[in-house]
């Protein structure tokens, strides 16, 4: 079995080598004719100057090869490819006489066909075309296209008279060449006087009234992207002020140049001519258009009879329906922002479609308009979405306590459960998984089972009116959740209950806010004797330390030791409490001693971990992102976080005589509540460059101080270091505390530092490459942590900060991202300070992390 291992390992690594050897080896030109030049670059250079924006480059029709790291990898593959692989088999199969008639005879004419048309064959070279790049042959009609493109470029900035060619530089190889395009631009045209023209009385006012914001300015060179823009601006600002049908094609720009031929100057006249009607040739003055008659008919289909419906009056809307109304009024007439005798405007015809879709209840709604004079008489069709929805999941699953489960989720989500809009959403899960070490629980099994119910009112739910601190158009939500979750041989069995009452709001489609006024946690360990069978870190350190008293008689009790081993064990849990017992309370070791120091710390981990937790918390989160879109990848994006918890229970201990348990600490059913508070400060930058190039980088930084009831952090409101989504040279809960050298199984602290920069490249058709430096770390800061090498205690301490290195390879499946990222340790503070740096830089202490879509 081994010797199969050893040379299946050893045909892997040969193949690899053969495949690089190929790629490497293969000769660029190839493909390339003694009469053709193949392009090695693109200069732009304008008066002699060499052009560095990347808009003027991305105007240029034919590109050179992509490069990795300056290889034509995508170019070589292509070139591996048989050119044509069907007159190759057809050359091969007629080579000899008699082959085709043994290929018959031993297949069949059918299966000698297909063999033409196989992967081996026919199918590599195809696959290996598609990932690749055919090479990028000189076409000079190109060049003359590109030519003309930059001079109509300059152009636009205001260079008429600029004048441009290109030559083919091939002096440095025969095959090889680059094309150099040289602008000279002349000087540039500038903007003299301003001036109007405009037919409507009410264009002018609504025009003088705003003036000041035009985009357009004497002295200003001209530049045709600026009045592009300006004309934007006229046409959202007059129908933001009530002109209904005003048309884009009714502004003008007309430009004269001063009677001096030589003169560079420009006389720029806006003329704005009256409404022209399509298809008549009637003009009309623009008028400002206010509401009349708002009606709204729900459960409206296509093909429906308006006049068969009921209806209503409300507030002065009309609302149209069948049988009986199953909306509140209110909800309906709230996500609408045409009022009657309102002025009309473009943005609440915008925030009208956007509030409705945000009720969730109905598709995306359809709103006529019908002008009499100057009137507008409006129609709001709503076409409701199906009541109920039931979604089944199933899955398979695998982590580090299970070796292989199956998951099982189902939800049942009923809209419009009260007749307010409001969404109802029942969900229940449950997983069963067959666990990994045996040595954390008697059973075979692990198991979880969970529930939750989610309502969401498409408004703020509170006792006071919010529309002037938060309006309709920010879309406000409420969200109110409970629910429940119950783990079986996983930890310590965990039982999970919590609730929440939230809102979210948007002021833009770029900041969005979050408040939980309330977040309710109570989690209860079912096994907390199981401790140190999870946490075998933590067992392995005390086990080292009881080794130094096990020759103690009075102590055999606590230990195991079977006839075939010498070195005896602390059983779990009597010998393990019992110990911990007489180090700390019956004299064994002394109170300054390092065994008495260390069970102590060891002591205060185990009831940290296995104490029952109360979090009764608030917080809010603000979130500005500039993304404008999934393939957006020029954006930043930044997210604060700020938590507070314990705070109200704290203050009616003023006024109810809460228990207390014997450190001290007021209990709320039995419970010590944490006290703390906390803040995360979360950035990302990304920049794009030519060739789909993307620089991320990403800074974080985050901070959780216990206070009055507390002396630490609860473990699942604690920070971690490692894994595929921080720093990736360490596996998760690995990295840190500072400098230890990972003490526990689970590895975290309360204060955090994590920076990642990675260079993001494709490779070849939907498999793209990344390199990355992650660095950050954990430590303890205010709380009862005594391991100096775990505390921050100020900038010294930021010497403790890791780094990782590495490499990633990644998938793009369009709507998700597989990938692969390998991390090297670069810099790894738990070792001693000369011997930090790359001492473990090698695949044999990589760590290999699986991830799906990008980590920030």
């Given at each position: 079995m081994n010797m199969c291992f050893l040379n299946t390992k050893n045909i892997a690594k040969i193949s690899l080598i053969l495949l690089v050897i190929a790629i490497t080896s293969c000769n660029a030109l190839k493909r390339v004719d003694n009469d053709e030049l193949l392009l090695t670059k693109n200069v732009v250079t304008t008066d002699g100057k060499k052009v560095k924006n990347?808009?003027?480059?991305?105007?240029?029709?034919?590109?050179?090869?992509?490069?990795?790291?300056?290889?034509?990898?995508?170019?070589?593959?292509?070139?591996?490819?048989?050119?044509?692989?069907?007159?190759?088999?057809?050359?091969?199969?007629?080579?000899?006489?008699?082959?085709?008639?043994?290929?018959?005879?031993?297949?069949?004419?059918?299966?000698?066909?297909?063999?033409?048309?196989?992967?081996?064959?026919?199918?590599?070279?195809?696959?290996?075309?598609?990932?690749?790049?055919?090479?990028?042959?000189?076409?000079?009609?190109?060049?003359?296209?590109?030519?003309?493109?930059?001079?109509?470029?300059?152009?636009?900035?205001?260079?008429?008279?600029?004048?441009?060619?290109?030559?083919?530089?091939?002096?440095?190889?025969?095959?090889?060449?680059?094309?150099?395009?040289?602008?000279?631009?002349g000087e540039p045209y500038m903007i003299d006087s301003l001036s109007t023209n405009i037919s409507s009385k009410t264009l002018d006012s609504i025009y003088e009234l705003n003036k000041h914001k035009s985009l357009l300015n004497t002295n200003d060179q001209y530049n045709w992207s600026n009045f592009s823009n300006e004309r934007q601006r006229l046409i959202a600002l007059f129908r933001n002020t009530g002109i209904y049908n005003f048309q884009e094609s009714s502004i003008n720009f007309d430009i004269d140049s001063i009677s001096n031929p030589s003169s560079k100057d420009m006389r720029i006249k806006l003329q704005i001519k009256n409404l022209k009607k399509r298809g008549e040739n009637i003009i009309t003055e623009y008028k400002v258009y206010k509401f009349d008659t708002i009606r709204i008919y729900t459960d409206y289909f296509f093909g429906d009879n308006?006049?068969?419906?009921?209806?209503?009056?409300?507030?002065?809307?009309?609302?149209?329906?069948?049988?009986?109304?199953?909306?509140?009024p209110r909800a309906l007439t709230n996500a609408i922002f045409l009022k009657k005798d309102s002025i009309y405007r473009e943005i609440n015809k915008s925030r009208t479609y956007r509030q409705i879709s945000n009720l969730?209840?109905?598709?995306?709604?359809?709103?006529?308009?019908?002008?009499?004079?100057?009137?507008?008489?409006?129609?709001?069709?709503?076409?409701?979405?199906?009541?109920?929805?039931?979604?089944?999941?199933?899955?398979?699953?695998?982590?580090?306590?299970?070796?292989?489960?199956?998951?099982?989720?189902?939800?049942?989500?009923?809209?419009?459960?009260?007749g307010g809009a409001e969404t109802l959403s029942l969900s229940a899960r449950g997983s069963l998984g067959l666990l990994s070490d045996a040595s954390i629980s008697n059973e075979n099994f692990v198991s979880e089972v969970g529930a939750d119910i989610n309502l969401t009112v498409p408004r703020i739910w509170m006792p006071f009116n919010t529309k002037k601190?938060?309006?309709?158009?920010?879309?406000?939500q409420t969200r109110m959740i409970i629910g429940t979750n119950f783990q079986k041989n996983i930890g310590l069995d965990?039982?999970?209950?919590?609730?929440?009452?939230?809102?979210?709001?948007?002021?833009?489609?770029?900041?969005?806010?979050?408040?939980?006024?309330?977040?309710?946690?109570?989690?209860?360990?079912?096994n907390p004797g199981r401790f140190f069978n999870v946490y075998q870190s933590t067992y392995k350190r005390l086990d080292d330390i009881a080794d130094n008293y096990q020759d103690d008689p009075t102590l055999s009790e606590y230990f195991n030791a079977p006839d075939d081993t010498t070195d005896p064990k602390l059983i779990i849990p009597t010998g393990t409490s019992g110990f911990i017992e007489q180090i700390l309370n019956q004299g064994l070791a002394p109170s300054t001693s390092d065994d008495y120091i260390e069970v102590r710390s060891i002591d205060e981990r185990q009831k940290r971990l296995t104490e029952n937790n109360l979090i009764f918390a608030t917080n809010y989160s603000y979130t500005k992102d500039s993304r404008t879109g999934l393939n957006d990848n020029s954006f930043h994006q930044?997210?604060?976080?700020?938590?507070?918890?314990?705070?109200?229970?704290?203050?009616?201990?003023?006024?109810?005589?809460?228990?207390?348990?014997?450190?001290?600490?007021?209990?709320?059913?039995?419970?010590?509540?944490?006290q703390y508070i906390k803040t995360d400060f979360d950035y990302i930058k990304h920049w794009s460059f030519p060739s789909q190039n993307v620089v991320a980088f990403r800074g974080f930084f985050g901070i959780a101080v216990p206070y009055g009831n507390s002396n630490s952090i609860p473990f699942t409101?604690?920070?971690?270091?490692?894994?595929?989504?921080?720093?990736?040279?360490?596996?998760?809960?690995?990295?840190?505390?500072?400098?230890?050298?990972?003490?526990?199984?689970?590895?975290?602290?309360?204060?955090?530092?994590?920076?990642?920069?990675?260079?993001?490249?494709?490779?070849?058709?939907?498999?793209?490459?990344?390199?990355?430096?992650?660095?950050?770390?954990?430590?303890?800061?205010?709380?009862?942590?005594?391991?100096?090498?775990?505390?921050?205690?100020?900038?010294?301490?930021?010497?403790?900060?890791?780094?990782?290195?590495?490499?990633?390879?990644?998938?793009?499946?369009?709507?998700?991202?597989?990938?692969?990222?390998?991390?090297?340790?670069?810099?790894?503070?738990?070792?001693?300070?000369?011997?930090?740096?790359?001492?473990?830089?090698?695949?044999?202490?990589?760590?290999?992390?699986?991830?799906?879509?990008?980590?920030?």
């Open positions: 990347e808009d003027v480059y991305s105007l240029i029709s034919q590109k050179p090869n992509s490069t990795l790291l300056g290889y034509p990898l995508r170019l070589n593959l292509y070139n591996l490819a048989k050119e044509n692989p069907d007159s190759s088999y057809q050359a091969w199969l007629h080579k000899k006489p008699k082959r085709i008639a043994k290929l018959t005879k031993l297949l069949s004419k059918k299966q000698v066909d297909q063999l033409g048309e196989s992967f081996m064959v026919k199918g590599a070279s195809t696959w290996l075309k598609n990932i690749g790049e055919s090479p990028a042959i000189i076409d000079t009609s190109l060049a003359r296209k590109s030519t003309n493109l930059l001079k109509a470029y300059y152009n636009s900035q205001g260079y008429f008279n600029s004048k441009s060619q290109y030559t083919i530089d091939s002096t440095n190889s025969k095959q090889r060449a680059q094309i150099k395009y040289n602008i000279e631009l308006p006049s068969e419906m009921n209806s209503m009056e409300y507030e002065n809307y009309i609302i149209y329906y069948k049988d009986k109304l199953k909306y509140k969730n209840t109905f598709k995306y709604p359809n709103i006529t308009f019908d002008s009499i004079g100057h009137t507008l008489h409006t129609k709001i069709y709503l076409s409701p979405l199906k009541k109920y929805q039931l979604r089944i999941d199933p899955e398979l699953t695998h982590s580090n306590i299970q070796r292989i489960g199956t998951a099982f989720s189902t939800s049942l989500t009923t809209k419009n459960v009260f601190i938060i309006p309709p158009y920010m879309l406000p965990k039982q999970n209950f919590n609730t929440i009452l939230g809102y979210n709001w948007s002021a833009t489609q770029s900041k969005k806010n979050a408040l939980e006024l309330i977040n309710i946690q109570f989690i209860r360990n079912i930044f997210k604060i976080k700020l938590e507070s918890a314990g705070n109200l229970l704290s203050a009616f201990s003023n006024v109810i005589t809460f228990n207390e348990n014997e450190d001290g600490n007021l209990l709320v059913f039995g419970v010590p509540f944490s409101k604690s920070y971690f270091a490692g894994g595929s989504n921080d720093n990736r040279a360490w596996n998760a809960y690995d990295l840190g505390p500072g400098s230890t050298k990972s003490l526990n199984d689970f590895n975290e602290a309360n204060l955090k530092i994590a920076v990642n920069l990675e260079f993001r490249f494709p490779i070849a058709g939907s498999i793209k490459g990344a390199f990355f430096a992650d660095a950050g770390n954990i430590w303890n800061v205010y709380d009862n942590e005594e391991n100096e090498d775990a505390i921050f205690t100020g900038l010294s301490s930021l010497k403790d900060i890791a780094l990782g290195t590495g490499f990633g390879i990644r998938y793009d499946f369009d709507y998700f991202v597989l990938r692969l990222d390998t991390g090297f340790k670069t810099y790894n503070p738990e070792l001693e300070v000369s011997k930090r740096w790359f001492r473990d830089y090698n695949f044999n202490n990589a760590t290999i992390n699986i991830g799906v879509n990008y980590p920030f």
